[in-house]
Nanobody, 116 residues
Framework: VQLQASGGGLVQPGGSLRLSCAAS?????????VAWYRQAPGNQRELVAT???????NYGDSVKGRYTISGNSAKNTVYLQMNNLEPEDTAVYYC??????????WGRGTQVTVSS
């Protein structure tokens, strides 16, 4: 599976961004789960949100109530809607796909910067 993450950028505190993770090479129906992670400089990679093929979602404590993960199987794309962004949300965001065989693929990442 090849992944293309996009949608990052510079936003002011309190603003919103929507990230996209487009998968190619495999149908979304062959994908077991998609996850978004983020990594800030000097920090470990942190799990942000996950969605399974059955649309079961899970969120990290730091983003609950602010972020929403969703999928569009027709477009082979998973989205991460991020609202009420805080400077602490600044990081490179990565998407990870686990297919039904257990194989894992990572996208390259997209930079999100929250600053006034």
């Amino acid at each position: 599976v090849q992944l293309q993450a996009s949608g990052g950028g510079l936003v002011q505190p309190g603003g919103s961004l929507r990230l996209s993770c487009a998968a190619s090479g495999r149908s979304m129906y062959a994908i077991k789960a998609v996850a978004w992670y983020r990594q800030a400089p000097g920090n470990q990679r942190e799990l942000v949100a996950t969605i399974t093929r059955g649309d079961i979602t899970n969120y990290g404590d730091s983003v609950k109530g602010r972020y929403t993960i969703s999928g569009n199987s027709a477009k082979n794309t998973v989205y991460l809607q991020m609202n009420n962004l805080e400077p602490e949300d600044t990081a490179v965001y990565y998407c990870k796909v686990t297919d039904t065989t257990g194989f894992v693929s990572w996208g390259r990442g997209t930079q999100v910067t929250v600053s006034s």
